[in-house]
């Protein structure tokens, strides 16, 4: 009587241990199927044939900074609480001191996306050579007939080398800027703006920094980087392949001082997150809005609300994943970075919410069911 008693306490706790929704902690330790905390750090999300694959910066314990030891580690889930490890989808060459990607190289923010057209997943990352700090500012791509790797190195650029950007006037083409202008003068500000880095890069190619992708319901997939020492953004047109750029690209807010990059289109806009330039250090995002990829971008405002709306509740843009099969659900993706310990950088997940006027923006959290995304 006694062990039967306890038998149907222990099976009425299990029971209800399992409704209990599944809930994601933003700032919390988020462990994957192996009781290991994830680590994927600067990510960003594929959904492919009903799972979402999370790619991101693989960090090792008690190692400083960005500088890549591994390569990219991928996670699988279905339900976006519980995440399956896939392994390392790109790894950096060892023993290779020749190559691109050596390991010890900074290699961070890698996305991936899948071209219909050619079967294949494409990772773009941005990519700095081996001990020469953040001057090299390529992005690097990789591709794979699998979605979890292994991803294969195809090359790294700095793109649109010899290519104007859209709508950069004539007059401007042949403008000689000096080289002796006092940073954040207004004369300075001005010669920005005409395009003093984009002269400066023309032959090479433009800076690349941190960076995004977007895929377009035509099926058109954009890069979008931070250019021109991080003052400008650049968002360029991928190829058809999604593996090299066809030379279309336009330049957004130059001055504006915007990295972090994520985007995302909600009722025929296009929106995008953005963080300014303080190195690991959180600073207030901002979101711009557009009526196409390559358009007119504005900034609204910080979408951040409440507590630490000005330091992005401790974190920066990484991606902002739309929740599959819904209308008006996203989730926006960010990173608090510990760059004393890497590895321990958390990951901020926010549910984004709108407003009367249909305008994104973000609350904190301290615990929610991506449930509530069912009911949209
Ligand atoms: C901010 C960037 O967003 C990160 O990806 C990283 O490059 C750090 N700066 C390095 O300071």
């Known amino acids: 009587m006694k062990s039967n008693l306890i038998c149907l306490v222990a099976f009425v706790l299990f029971a209800s241990f399992n409704n209990q929704p599944k809930t994601i902690k933003p700032g919390e330790i988020w462990p994957d199927n192996n009781g290991v905390l994830i ?24 190692k400083k900074g960005n500088q890549a030891w591994v390569g990219v580690h991928c996670y699988s889930s279905k339900n976006l609480t519980d995440w399956k490890d896939e392994g390392i989808a790109l790894e950096v060459v060892k023993n290779n001191p020749e190559s691109e990607i050596t390991e010890g190289c900074v290699l961070e923010r890698p996305k991936v996306i899948y071209n219909q057209k050619t079967g294949k997943f494409v990772m773009w990352f941005h990519l700095e050579l081996k001990d020469q700090g953040y001057n090299a500012a390529k992005t690097g791509v990789a591709v794979s007939d699998k979605v979890t790797g292994p991803y294969t190195f195809l090359n790294a650029v700095n793109p649109n080398a010899g290519i104007w950007p859209l709508d950069y006037p004539d007059e401007l083409k042949s403008k000689s800027f000096s080289d002796t202008l006092k940073g954040w003068s207004d004369e300075w500000k001005k010669a920005v703006k005409d395009g003093m880095f984009v002269h400066r890069d023309f032959k090479k190619g433009q800076m690349a920094r941190d ?8 099926g058109t997939a954009y890069h979008i980087h931070a250019s021109e020492e991080n003052l400008t953004l650049h968002i360029s ?6 593996t090299g750029f066809t030379g279309k690209y336009i330049r957004v807010l130059p001055t504006g001082h915007n990295e972090a990059p994520a985007i995302f289109k909600h009722n025929g806009k296009y929106y995008m997150i953005t963080s300014g330039c303080t190195g690991w250090d959180p600073n207030a995002a901002r979101l711009l809005v557009s009526d196409s990829v390559m358009g ?12 630490d709306k000005e330091l992005t ?23 608090r970075w510990k760059p004393e310990n890497a590895i321990d950088g958390r990951y901020i997940w926010l549910p984004v919410k ?23």
């Open 39 to 62: 680590n994927a750090h600067g990510g960003g999300i594929l959904f492919h044939e009903g799972k979402y694959y999370w790619f991101g910066e693989h960090k090792i314990e008690g």
């Open 211 to 218: 960076m995004t992708l977007f895929v377009d319901e035509d």
């Open 237 to 242: 047109e991928l190829n058809d392949k999604y």
């Open 296 to 307: 007119n971008w504005e900034y609204i405002e910080n979408p951040c609300f409440g507590d």
């Open 313 to 335: 509740f401790h974190s920066q843009s990484t991606y902002i994943l739309p929740v599959e099969g819904k209308k008006n659900a996203f989730i926006f993706m960010a990173d």
């Open 354 to 376: 709108f407003n009367e006027n249909g305008i994104p923006y973000l609350e904190w959290m301290d615990e929610w069911d991506p449930g509530i995304f069912d009911k949209m």
